[in-house]
């Protein structure tokens, strides 16, 4: 990524627990890498176009409207709701599989642009996904870290984008993020919930909530359309209820050091195959 490029990206400085608006300041490549090695977060005001987020939009939508067709690939974050009633925090995994369009759009290569140069390393797709919050879910999204959620005898070498698709503010579910807590070990999660797809059928796996987080210190990061947040996979956060009549879209994608190869090829992950086919 050229300097002049990060030059004109400004990062919202930590506020501390107040409410109030952060405070934005343009940024080196060096002074971006050094906030996020002492924060675990970044929040981006300014990364991508209106048009570009529109685009994105209007990639996912159609998505969520054959919500019901996609199998376990789209489940309520929230848990089985009341029959009849609408989904509460409704996610698609894997958006870009179903929509590769999404690759081509400059959120998308701006986001794999950052994370190479935090990495500092080639970076690939890992995973993304898409919640739709919808109005008035009053359902947060709870305290944990997305290493807990790693399948992989290997910790995360990742960097995690939440790419809102309007505005975003405390009461329709912003981002939050405890500032510093990736320097601290992955805590203890236990199950919150279970999940269930677009047919209220329960599927595998579950919701985690971390235990004992102190968030006294937890940072809400809103954000205009076009910013973004970038975090840590060990990074503590969390989202509010969305408190709104309209839905709160975000688009999440992590890249990852070294893309498929790593995740594939490296020899803890070989190791384990090769224990696990030998019974
Ligand atoms: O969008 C949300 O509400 C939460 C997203 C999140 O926590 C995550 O992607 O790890």
């Given amino acids: 990524m050229s300097e002049s490029y990060l030059r004109e990206i400004s990062v919202a400085a930590p506020t501390g627990p107040s409410t109030s608006a952060p405070v934005h300041r343009p940024q080196t490549p060096t002074a971006l890498a050094a906030d996020f090695a002492r924060d675990g977060y970044l929040s981006i005001p300014a990364l991508t176009t209106e048009a570009d987020t529109e685009q994105i939009r209007s990639l996912l939508d159609p998505l969520f409207a054959r919500f019901d067709t996609l199998g376990?690939?789209?489940v309520d974050l929230a848990g089985p709701g009341a029959p009849g009633q609408p989904l509460r925090s409704p996610e698609i995994n894997e958006a870009v599989i179903l929509e590769p369009r999404l690759r081509n759009t400059l959120t998308y290569l701006r986001c794999r642009d950052i994370a190479r140069q935090l990495l500092g390393v080639p970076v690939g797709y890992q995973f993304d996904h898409a919640i739709f919050k919808s109005p008035n879910n009053r359902t947060p999204t709870a305290w944990h870290q997305d290493e807990a959620y790693s399948q992989e005898p290997i910790p995360l070498r990742s960097i995690h984008f939440w790419i809102p698709l309007?505005?975003?503010?405390?009461?329709?579910?912003c981002m939050w993020f405890i500032?510093?807590?990736?320097?601290g070990?992955?805590?203890?999660?236990?199950?919150?919930?279970?999940?269930?797809?677009?047919l209220?059928?329960?599927?595998?796996?579950?919701?985690?909530?971390?235990?004992?987080v102190d968030s006294s210190n937890a940072v809400a990061c809103p954000l205009a359309i076009g910013g973004v947040t970038v975090h840590h996979p060990l990074t503590l956060h969390y989202t509010g209820a969305?408190?709104?009549?309209?839905?709160?879209?975000?688009?999440?994608?992590?890249?990852?050091?070294?893309g498929w190869f790593r995740r594939r090829l490296h020899p803890k992950v070989l190791m384990a195959r090769l224990t696990r086919s030998l019974g």
Avoid at 166 to 173: D, L, M, P, R
Avoid at 200 to 212: C, E, I, S
């Fill in 72 to 74: 376990e690939r789209a």
């Fill in 166 to 173: 309007q505005a975003v503010t405390e009461s329709n579910g």
């Fill in 179 to 183: 500032p510093g807590s990736h320097r």
């Fill in 185 to 198: 070990p992955l805590l203890p999660h236990r199950l919150l919930n279970s999940r269930t797809d677009g």
């Fill in 200 to 212: 209220n059928r329960k599927v595998a796996g579950g919701t985690l909530v971390a235990d004992n």
């Fill in 242 to 258: 969305n408190q709104s009549d309209s839905f709160r879209k975000a688009w999440i994608i992590h890249f990852g050091a070294y």
